[in-house]
């Protein structure tokens, strides 16, 4: 099929593209054989509805293999894994003739009470950045595109629709708009999707800074922006930004504001022809790809990557003893609704209609050859009696007392987190801490499985000998708990957020969610783990943390500059345990005595490695230069300081195991002076610098015996100097009696150093 171009459209169905036909189509265009497409939710599967369906239903969609949510497969910190299941995504989209799967998600976990955390990656950009892309480039590899989301500073649900997110540039740069940077820069989504919030005031729908400028601009993005679904404020400005696609249908409303803006004048069409073309493109692009994967789709085969997906989800966070592995043999106590009744996605628009459903209590059953009794435990029902909750903890409690090992499944129900609403704390519900208590109290061979979208507190922790943070494990994550709970499957997951001891330490406890339809950031760069460190708080269990059923040891490492300006740090790992298993090695990198305010350590490059038992492999990381330099806000670009960079290589943020210093040069920053330049930023300046440590030296010698008797024996003049303007100089020539930094002196030598230099 040949999409026409633009210049074949009457202005109306050039405006007519730029909105969707109805709730998931784009609008054809008949006459030139313009067709529609269809685009649809995810992002961990595909939520296609069915003809007539209600778009915010679930029974009407589809069926589709519901893998881990983000909060889960990002926890695997694999590259590989997480772009075979964006492949499978990929595929299951192009069978259903789909042009576009609404994912990934790679907003910042800013707060643990976001209540869409669970689509989420990490609290950190580079984690998101890898591997988003990664997601991206598994989908779009099968022809079919995907909608990077939510762009951007889009870190909570309370007042979504309206609430600014009133950020710093530099925070907002460094950490909240790098991940969609690198996934961007690396991977070309088909189509980026705006948020609804404003950033700093303005919507993020008709931010022109935002869609233009630092999107295409400076990013170099290809695609459409497509607004998420009802974030449309003024559909003309919007447009003049950069917002291409509305979605919804407006049921040609703003088609014929944009028509009448067109006609006086206020809108050039060249805007219109624009946003049509980047619709045309995206039409011509799902037309080329259609029928890229014949059906029908493998439901067996995505069932067991869903399921292995999950078993690298899941991690293990504390083993005390050895509880786990069980043994087969072993006589258990299952307890716990989740165990019978699995959490397994998050609710809002990603909810998926699973092809099957594992539950972990028949995945236990299924591996296990000894006895194994299962008690509910607790009841996730809104109103429970407190006879009904006794009733259901003494069975749990008689369950626990005859068995060798208690596995007590606790979670979050879904009432409590879900897109539209934040949560109002981080605690697991009473009712499950009082079924802990007496459990513990009946056999203290228990081991806790969560089941949670975002992070809970967990107070029980020094008393449990082993928990394993199951997140939301897809549709075959029952079987995928069994599997690590027997050691079928090693478990190598890792914290891509921090699990915090209480809400009051997390970074943003005294600015969430705002007020007033403002949400400030007040912690700035220091966003979790960053925050932790910085403030050297304790915590339940760190970013990147995550043990094995084996151990691993680390060599020294080595880093050196390459040809490109990139780190290469190399290091050898061993497995010294006697099984199988994956560690995620971490580089972090910081700078004593930078010139701004920086993190302790900062995550740059990661990668997760297989190793036999007694087997060494030496694994080489690549820190990106880039990823390397803060934003400068008196330039307004990113800076790469020089300096000698530590380099840590870790298993956790708190876990170094090798460190090693790496000399990095520095990017040339010379800033243009002006008379509120301090003498510090002048003495720096290559030109004028000398010229003012010369007069400096003369207006002293002009003081004489006077500069004693003002500045006492001790007192650092040069110090006292740094931060004093350039420009009130001069009633230190006053003092000296000479005239040495009259003002025409001053605009002379700042004329000199902003002068083009000759090469």
Do not use: C, I, K, M
């Given at each position: 099929m040949t999409i026409p171009r633009v210049a074949e459209l009457t202005l109306e169905e050039k405006a007519s593209l730029t909105s969707g036909a109805s709730f998931w189509y784009t609008k054809p265009v008949d006459r030139v054989g313009v067709p529609a497409v269809m685009v649809t939710d995810g992002p961990h599967g595909l939520r296609k509805q069915r003809e007539g369906g209600d778009h915010l239903g679930i029974g009407d969609s589809v069926p589709a293999t519901c893998f881990p949510p983000a909060v889960g497969l990002g926890s695997s910190w694999d590259v590989d894994l997480v772009h075979r299941v964006g492949e499978a995504l990929g595929t299951e989209t192009s069978i259903e003739n789909v042009a576009v799967l609404l994912g990934p998600g790679i907003n910042i976990k800013r707060s643990p009470l976001c209540g869409r955390n669970f689509e989420y990656l990490s609290e950190d950009p580079i984690v998101s950045g890898v591997l988003g892309a990664a997601i991206v480039q598994g989908i779009q590899s099968k022809g079919v595109g995907t909608s990077l989301k939510h762009f951007a500073a889009n870190n909570q649900e309370n007042d979504r629709m309206r609430s600014s997110s009133d950020v710093d540039p530099r925070p907002l740069r460094e950490i909240y708009l790098r991940g969609f940077q690198r996934v961007v820069e690396d991977a070309q989504p088909w189509t980026v999707m705006c948020s609804y919030n404003r950033i700093n005031g303005v919507y993020a729908s008709e931010d022109p800074w935002l869609l233009t400028q630092v999107l295409?601009?400076?990013?170099?993005?290809?695609?459409?922006?497509?607004?998420?679904?009802?974030?449309?404020?003024e559909r003309v400005p919007g447009l003049a930004a950069g917002m291409d696609l509305e979605m919804p249908s407006s049921n040609g409303v703003t088609d014929a504001q944009i028509v009448a803006a067109v006609q006086d004048g206020s809108l050039d069409e060249s805007v219109v022809d624009v946003a049509a073309g980047r619709v045309l493109d995206l039409v011509r692009k799902a037309t080329e790809g259609a029928g890229a994967v014949a059906g029908p789709l493998d439901v067996d085969a995505h069932h067991a990557l869903a399921r292995e997906a999950a078993g690298r989800s899941i991690v293990l966070l504390k083993n005390d003893g050895g509880v786990l592995p069980l043994a087969k043999d072993a006589k258990l106590a299952v307890i716990g609704e989740f165990a019978e009744k699995p959490r397994y996605q998050g609710a809002g628009s990603s909810m998926i209609n699973p092809t099957r459903l594992d539950t972990a209590l028949d995945g236990i059953r299924a591996l296990a050859a000894g006895d194994v009794a299962y008690a509910q435990g607790f009841s996730n029902a809104l109103e429970v009696s407190e006879e009904e909750a006794s009733a259901l903890r003494d069975e749990a409690v008689a369950a626990a007392s005859v068995a060798e090992v208690a596995v007590l499944f606790l979670g979050l129900p879904a009432r409590l987190e879900s897109e539209g609403y934040d949560r109002d704390d981080i605690d697991l519900p009473a009712a499950q801490l009082e079924l802990v208590d007496a459990v513990l109290a009946a056999n203290p061979n228990t081991v806790v499985v969560l089941s949670n979208g975002g992070v809970v507190a967990l107070p029980f922790a020094d008393r449990v000998p082993a928990i394993l943070e199951g997140w939301l494990l897809g549709q075959a994550g029952g079987g995928a708990t069994a599997d690590v709970l027997f050691g079928e499957v090693n478990p190598s997951a890792k914290l891509t957020e921090t699990i915090p001891a209480r809400l009051e330490d997390t970074p943003a406890f005294l600015d969430f969610p705002g007020e007033f339809s403002h949400t400030r950031y007040g912690e700035g760069l220091f966003v979790g783990y960053r925050w932790y460190d910085a403030r050297r708080l304790e915590v339940a269990?760190?970013?990147?943390?995550?043990?094995?059923?084996?151990?691993?040891?680390?060599?020294?490492?080595?880093?050196?500059?390459?040809?490109?300006?990139?780190?290469e740090v190399t290091v050898a790992v061993t497995n010294t345990g006697d099984r199988a298993g994956r560690e995620v090695v971490q580089v972090y990198s910081s700078l004593s005595g930078s010139s701004v305010q920086r993190a302790r350590r900062e995550l740059k490059a990661f990668v997760s490695v297989a190793l036999e038992p007694g087997e060494t492999q030496v694994v080489t990381l690549t820190v990106r230069r880039k990823d390397l330099a803060y934003w400068d806000i008196r330039a307004d670009r990113w800076v790469v300081e020089g300096g000698e960079y530590t380099v840590d290589v870790a298993a956790s943020s708190r876990d170094i195991r090798s460190s090693v210093a790496v000399a990095v040069e520095g990017d040339v920053l010379t800033l243009p002076l002006s008379r509120t330049s301090s003498m510090g930023e002048v003495l720096s300046h290559p030109i004028a610098g000398p010229v003012v440590q010369a007069a400096i030296a003369q207006m002293m010698g002009g003081l004489g015996d006077s500069a004693a008797s003002i500045m006492p024996e001790g007192v650092d003049m040069s110090k006292m100097m740094e931060s004093f303007p350039i420009g009130r100089i001069g009633m230190m020539g006053a003092l000296a009696g000479d005239g040495a930094a009259a003002p025409e002196m001053i605009d002379g030598l700042l004329a000199m150093a902003n002068a083009p230099q000759q090469d």
């Open positions: 295409r601009d400076e990013w170099g993005f290809e695609g459409l922006v497509v607004s998420d679904w009802g974030a449309v404020n269990f760190p970013f990147g943390h995550g043990l094995s059923y084996t151990s691993f040891s680390y060599a020294d490492a080595a880093a050196q500059v390459d040809a490109n300006g990139d780190v």
